[in-house]
């Protein structure tokens, strides 16, 4: 049993961890910038209070100041050193030089006022005397740091906000157009389906009525009238007949009668049953000899249709006064490999990749041939049915050649 993949859902489903991991992406380089700016933030506080203390002792003991956030064993503070403008002044310029332009609180290591959440704080050691092993603690409080975090920040919140919401915007529209072109395809192709059963019913009620009618005035056998209205029939019959194989795989009511066809002669009753049309245009076909007891498992009638298509538009897209038409098949390893090659118009290089779609011909200037457009569409969808695939080389004003490889 084979699963059928949803597209447009698989489609949404992807968009929405797209979105997923932008986010977390995004949140974690946010967290990641965050971090990195406080650790700027402490690194110029720790380093503008050593300077401080080194300009205020004039460098006596500046080889045992060692400034970071760290815990300590924290000592009373000298007498008067907070108090001291001159070191206010000294710790004030400090903190400018390296861009730390916040008010902040000096306290005593003693002083718990400031130990509120989010209250950001450096202790440094600061000699009272001479001997380095008693060292004294200052600390300073930054009230405002967390307001001077979240603008500092602001520029990267904002940025990440909007290509979210760009980023989502994008992938929303992109979805809802999906879904609207799906609907509308879904509704084109209930419609030609529709279009396609109803008009196979009076193309067979007009059939059966043209048979009845030369049957009861023998006059009318060779009315060329006659002859033109029974293959404008057929013709017609054949274009809603593709509508409705084309339709089926999509639909997935479809299977193949598979059974073992020798190509020789399948491709002998195409080329006799076109015999009137090749003989119209003075064509020359020739099959290519190969082994009477070449074959392969398939669809009789479906590849007889494939076939028959290939050769009808060697006919018709040729403007030499003598077309000619080679079919060939060679065996391989794996299966057979049947070529159509003919003398035609060809294919301009930019529709290759279009040839194969439906309602879509090849066509130079205003040469436009009848038909929908079907037929190579209908070929490939039975050859991918038959697990193969078809190709095209073609050259303008030079003819093309189409390979169809059928496994075996």
């Known amino acids: 049993m084979k699963f059928k993949i949803n597209q447009p859902m698989a489609l949404l489903m992807a968009s929405i961890l797209a979105v997923v991991g932008l986010v977390v992406f995004q949140l974690s380089w946010m967290f990641h910038t965050h971090k990195l700016t406080e650790e700027l933030f402490e690194e110029r506080v720790c380093m503008a209070m050593c300077s401080a203390i080194e300009k205020h002792e004039n460098g006596e003991n500046s080889n045992f100041a060692a400034c970071g956030p760290g815990q300590g064993t924290e000592k009373q503070l000298a007498a008067g050193t907070i108090e001291d403008?001159?070191?206010?002044?000294?710790?004030?310029?400090?903190?400018?030089?390296?861009?730390?332009?916040?008010?902040?609180?000096?306290?005593?290591?003693?002083?718990?006022?400031?130990?509120?959440?989010g209250t950001y704080s450096c202790k440094v050691p600061v000699s009272n005397t001479n001997n380095a092993n008693n060292p004294a603690y200052v600390r300073l409080d930054f009230p405002g740091k967390s307001l001077f975090m979240m603008k500092r920040m602001q520029a990267t919140v904002v940025a990440t906000f909007l290509i979210l919401l760009f980023t989502i915007l994008v992938l929303l529209y992109a979805n809802w157009a999906l879904l609207k072109q799906k609907r509308l395809l879904q509704t084109?192709?209930?419609?030609?389906?529709?279009?396609?059963?109803?008009?196979r019913t009076p193309l067979a009620n007009m059939r059966l009525a043209l048979n009845m009618l030369t049957k009861k005035n023998q006059d009318l056998q060779a009315n060329p009238l006659v002859d033109t209205l029974r293959s404008e029939n057929k013709r017609m019959m054949n274009e809603v007949e593709r509508v409705l194989y084309l339709a089926k795989p999509q639909e997935g009511d479809f299977a193949l009668k598979k059974e073992q066809i020798q190509i020789l002669p399948l491709l002998n009753s195409v080329v006799q049953d076109l015999n009137m049309k090749i003989e119209a245009r003075q064509a020359k076909v020739e099959i290519e000899a190969m082994p009477p007891e070449l074959s392969f498992e398939g669809d009789r009638q479906h590849l007889y249709n494939v076939f028959r298509n290939l050769v009808e538009n060697a006919l018709k897209y040729n403007q030499s006064e003598h077309p000619?038409?080679?079919?060939?098949?060679?065996?391989?390893?794996?299966?057979?490999?049947?070529s159509v090659e003919d003398n035609g118009i060809g294919i301009p290089a930019h529709q290759k990749s279009q040839i194969?779609?439906?309602?879509?011909?090849?066509?130079?200037?205003?040469?436009?041939?009848?038909?929908?457009?079907?037929?190579?569409?209908?070929?490939?969808?039975?050859?991918?049915?038959?697990?193969?695939?078809?190709?095209?080389?073609?050259?303008?004003?030079?003819?093309?050649r189409f390979e169809l490889f059928l496994p075996a």
């Open 356 to 400: 194969f779609e439906r309602f879509q011909r090849a066509h130079q200037g205003d040469q436009y041939e009848k038909g929908f457009g079907l037929g190579l569409a209908y070929v490939k969808c039975i050859v991918k049915l038959h697990q193969g695939f078809v190709r095209v080389n073609s050259e303008v004003n030079k003819g093309s």
């Open 324 to 338: 000619e038409i080679k079919l060939a098949a060679l065996a391989t390893e794996k299966g057979i490999m049947v």
């Open 188 to 199: 084109n192709v209930d419609f030609f389906n529709n279009m396609a059963h109803e008009f």
């Open 85 to 117: 403008p001159a070191f206010n002044h000294i710790l004030r310029n400090s903190l400018s030089e390296y861009n730390v332009n916040l008010p902040y609180q000096l306290r005593s290591p003693e002083d718990q006022s400031s130990n509120s959440p």
